[in-house]
């Protein structure tokens, strides 16, 4: 799949064949953003018993940084907002550690360096998770007496919004999952 990847990184951001395309369109958004070349012919993949030298796709190397940065982001965001909803300063201190061991294992971070869009897909899901949180969190403080809308829950709604789109665009299964946290979402806020 890398192949079909970086050919249609190479389609106008605007274009219908971009949208409509069989590969997510965040994803193939991120390779044109990073600098993939759209005409690379990829000749040979890394296997257990043959390993690809790494300066043979150079471009593929310098986005397989960004993947691991946008991981990197992802996982410290969630960690930071689950320890800012703690009281406790231990507590805090576990659920980092439990979070960054989470995001760190090789199972989950071996992805950073594949060229598909799992990488993108998992870190868009902990900074989607990490946003729905501190939304969540906003939404009840609201409730409460003498408590309006600040201009920073907007904020939060904003950057919620685009992280949940771009997190719906980074892997097709992703859509069936908003629809879901849609209906649930609408289900707490309709019966608190």
């Not at 406790?88 to 071996?110: C, E, K, N």
Request: net charge neutral; hydrophobic share 50%; with cysteine.
């Amino acid at each position: 799949d890398t192949q079909k990847f970086v050919n249609l990184s190479g389609e106008k951001f605007l274009s219908l064949d971009f949208f409509t395309s069989n590969r997510p369109a965040f994803v193939l958004w991120f390779y044109k953003v990073v600098g993939v070349n759209s005409q690379m012919t990829i000749t040979d993949y890394s296997k257990p018993e043959q390993i690809i030298p790494r300066q043979l796709y150079s471009d593929l190397n310098c986005l397989s940084g960004w993947q691991t940065g946008l991981s990197i982001l992802a996982w410290s965001v969630l960690a930071l907002v689950l320890a800012s909803k703690l009281r406790s300063g231990w507590l805090r201190s576990i659920i980092t550690l439990l979070v960054l061991d989470f995001a760190y294992l090789p199972q989950l971070a071996d992805w950073d360096f594949v060229m598909q869009s799992e990488s993108i897909s998992f870190s868009m899901w902990g900074l989607t998770f990490a946003l729905s949180l501190e939304l969540g969190w906003r939404i009840v403080k609201v409730k409460t007496p003498y408590r309006d809308l600040h201009w920073s829950d907007w904020l939060i709604f904003l950057l919620w919004s685009i992280t949940l789109i771009l997190w719906g665009f980074s892997r097709d299964t992703n859509i069936y999952m908003i629809l879901l946290l849609g209906v649930s979402g609408g289900v707490v806020l309709l019966i608190p």
